[in-house]
């Protein structure tokens, strides 16, 4: 009776070892053809399922940083750049980005709402869209450097030395 046991637990973890395996397979095919047909200089969080196509809340990162880091880093590099100028690639990037939105999405008919924009202390914005509309905002963009999940995260305050006794 033993050696019957045995024989189905290794054949369980045989089998389940080889599904995995195949199933690996699969995630890594289906990698292989995102990456292949979006813009490689844009980073999508793996977090996001590209498949889906429910309306999902992201948070795209430009590649114009804000105005005064972009000085900085300029500065920084002994490049001559004005705040003024900064702040005006800023701008720019943000009249690309809707232009590029009409390209690829209006006349696509994809829904989507852009919910905040940010020049500050981050450039970019925040949206909903279908997740499988994603890739085609990468595909094309010359703007777009990041896109990830917009989650709300909740921190718990410290804890006092008066609570922890």
Same mark, same amino acid.
């Given at each position: 009776m033993k050696k019957y046991y045995i024989g189905? $637990?290794?054949a369980s973890a045989f089998l389940s070892i080889l599904s995995g395996c195949q199933e690996s397979n699969h995630n890594v095919n289906e990698e292989k053809v995102v990456k292949e047909t979006m813009n490689p200089s844009v980073h $999508?969080? %793996?977090a996001i399922d590209l498949s889906s196509d429910q309306i999902i809340s =992201? =948070?795209?990162e430009f590649k114009t940083k804000p105005a005064k880091i972009a000085v900085l +880093?300029? +500065?920084a590099k002994g490049i001559p750049l004005t705040i003024e100028e900064a702040k005006e690639k800023v701008e720019e990037s943000h009249v690309t980005f809707q232009k590029e939105l009409q390209t690829l999405l209006d006349k696509n008919q994809v829904p989507y709402t852009v919910r905040n924009t940010y020049k500050t202390a981050f450039n970019g914005v925040s949206m909903e869209l279908p997740a499988n509309e994603i890739i085609r905002l990468a595909e094309s963009s010359? =703007?777009?450097?990041? $896109?990830? %999940?917009n989650k709300k995260i909740q921190l718990d305050p410290p804890i006092s030395p008066s609570d922890q006794k």
């Open positions: 189905v $637990i290794l $999508i969080d %793996p =992201i =948070i795209i +880093e300029a +500065e010359s =703007i777009i450097s990041k $896109i990830y %999940p």
